[in-house]
């Protein structure tokens, strides 16, 4: 089934009903927004020969058009490549390229030099598009397992490669959603406050299917004063934000004294979130937050956990649930591999595997990424952790994170988890720094709170009270702010080539 049925059937089924806006203000109906989806289908095959299965890359901010354009690529049969807006241009050529994209749609054109797109690709200004052709009447008939979206990964570790998502991919993760994160009604607003090319415009799916509204913020980004007067204004919003997203607006909201009204659901995933900051954000906005882990090779879907179990603070074991990233969705299975690929009992950290309908195709034209990433049918995430004998995940570290010193694994995360709850401290990384005698030893880069003064001497005996001396860390970079990439991400990599040149200060472990 073509994922743009459910547009198509959206536009019959509520014709009238809002569904894409700009800020708070309403620019398109159900019938509208599939409208242009087909007449954009229409140009894309007429006028540019865009053939089933051909790809069409946008390199674009989010907008209400970017919505109706993925649509359109769907509608023709096409496969839809989004590129972060924030990327530099020459990286999203590379993209392109590395796509084999026809076409790459920008706001305004002019973005690439000439010579910069691999021909026949040619940049196509959306402000330049139009008049809106006549519209295909249908969406072109695609099978379950055909390519609809190349989700260019964030490359935290290294070149992005391009995962492929089929239509079956895309409907099985987004049926999941109301089941495992959060049940959609029409009245609802999703807000995307981070890049459509990214997990947020995954969060379309769905909505359109229960017909519900689809809000882009003015500013086109995330401003966490400008979400809060939009959720006032609008009720029932949800949208996806990063732990950082997160924490950004438990600070806002603390300054201007808003508790989360109009808010319905802010889902956070794709990085750690620490339990300290999980808790000043229950504070604040209330039992408002669900969490999903999920990387690019299977979308958003691998585990979730709800809101209840996370707002319910008072139970024995909040804290260990509230560090976990839940149970597996209901379409795949999960398991825990120790490095032969056999399969590991609760409570033993090894490879999470993953086994079900959201598990990608494959990366795009890499055959050999796509041997190591899928074994035997199970997805290789690259992520440690542990299951328990409920079947909630821990996630303790990428594999390549991990720490291993003196022959002893040492997880970040939970050297990070520590350091994060010292009052003067705003944001930690940890990461591994090659030493002669143990291999490697623990380094930890530290972003103070605003006045506040961090002493290295405090962080360590804050953490001796705490947690096995052989995890402290030997030394502390302090950091106004940590390196991200396009996505948020903390680049670790960065920060291990930067520790040659850091200005560091060494304690004696
Ligand atoms: P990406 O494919 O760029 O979305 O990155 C996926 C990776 O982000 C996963 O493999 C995890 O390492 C990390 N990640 C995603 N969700 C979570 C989460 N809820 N908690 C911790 N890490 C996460």
């Not at 999203?92 to 690439?112: K, M």
């Not at 992005?160 to 009604?185: E, Q, R, T």
């Not at 950082?244 to 319905?264: D, F, P």
């Not at 958003?300 to 509230?322: G, H, K, N, Y």
Request: with cysteine; net charge neutral.
């Amino acid at each position: 089934m073509n994922i743009a049925n459910w547009l198509l059937d959206a536009g019959r089924r509520w014709p009238e009903r809002p569904a894409l806006f700009s800020g708070a203000r309403a620019v398109a109906d159900y019938r509208t927004f599939a409208a242009h989806a087909a007449q954009r289908a229409a140009e894309l095959v007429q006028q540019h020969g865009i053939a089933p299965g051909e790809r069409v890359a946008l390199f674009m901010k989010n907008s209400c058009h970017y919505l109706e354009l993925l649509y359109a690529i769907w509608w023709a049969g096409a496969v839809a490549v989004p590129i972060n807006s924030r990327l530099h241009p020459a990286e999203a050529a590379w993209i392109a390229d590395n796509a084999q994209a026809r076409l790459i749609f920008t706001d305004d054109g002019q973005v690439f030099e000439p010579q910069a797109l691999t021909p026949p690709c040619r940049e196509l200004a959306l402000s330049a598009c139009g008049p809106l052709a006549e519209p295909l009447n249908s969406p072109c008939a695609r099978q379950s397992e055909d390519l609809a979206w190349l989700f260019y990964t964030s490359g935290t570790t290294g070149r992005s490669k391009g995962v492929m998502l089929s239509h079956g991919n895309l409907s099985a993760m987004s049926l999941c959603y109301p089941i495992d994160v959060d049940p959609v009604a029409a009245g609802d607003a999703v807000v995307y406050a981070a890049p459509m090319s990214h997990g947020a415009g995954l969060y379309n799916f769905i909505h359109v299917r229960c017909g519900a509204r689809h809000v882009v913020p003015e500013s086109r980004g995330f401003k966490a004063e400008e979400l809060f007067a939009l959720a006032s204004e609008l009720g029932q919003v949800s949208l996806f934000a990063a732990p950082t997203m997160v924490k950004r607006m438990v600070e806002q909201a603390r300054a201007q004294g808003y508790s989360g009204a109009g808010i319905k659901t802010i889902v956070y995933g794709g990085a750690p979130m620490y339990l300290a900051d999980l808790r000043e954000a229950l504070a604040t906005f209330g039992p408002r937050l669900v969490q999903i882990y999920g990387q690019g090779e299977s979308p958003m879907t691998i585990s979730a956990l709800p809101r209840e179990l996370i707002a319910d603070c008072d139970r024995a074991d909040w804290a260990a649930l509230a560090s976990s990233v839940g149970r597996a969705h209901s379409c795949v299975e999960i398991s825990i591999r120790d490095p032969q690929g056999a399969p590991l009992p609760a409570g033993q950290p090894g490879e999470i595997a993953v086994r079900g309908a959201t598990v990608m195709l494959g990366y795009w034209r890499n055959a050999r990424a796509t041997r190591e990433a899928l074994v035997q049918g199970w997805l290789l995430t690259g992520d440690i952790g542990y299951l328990d004998c409920a079947g909630y995940l821990t996630l303790t570290d990428r594999s390549k994170d991990v720490i291993i010193s003196g022959g002893s694994n040492i997880y970040p995360r939970e050297v990070e988890e520590v350091l994060a709850q010292h009052p003067a401290v705003f944001e930690v990384c940890v990461v591994g720094e090659p030493h002669p005698q143990w291999g490697e030893s623990v380094v930890a880069f530290v972003v103070a709170r605003d006045g506040a003064v961090l002493d290295q001497q405090q962080l360590n005996a804050w953490f001796v009270q705490r947690m096995a001396s052989f995890k402290k860390p030997t030394k502390y970079v302090f950091r106004k702010e940590l390196p991200r990439n396009s996505y948020g991400k903390i680049l670790k990599t960065e920060l291990r080539l930067s520790l040659m040149e850091a200005v560091s200060v060494s304690v004696t472990p």
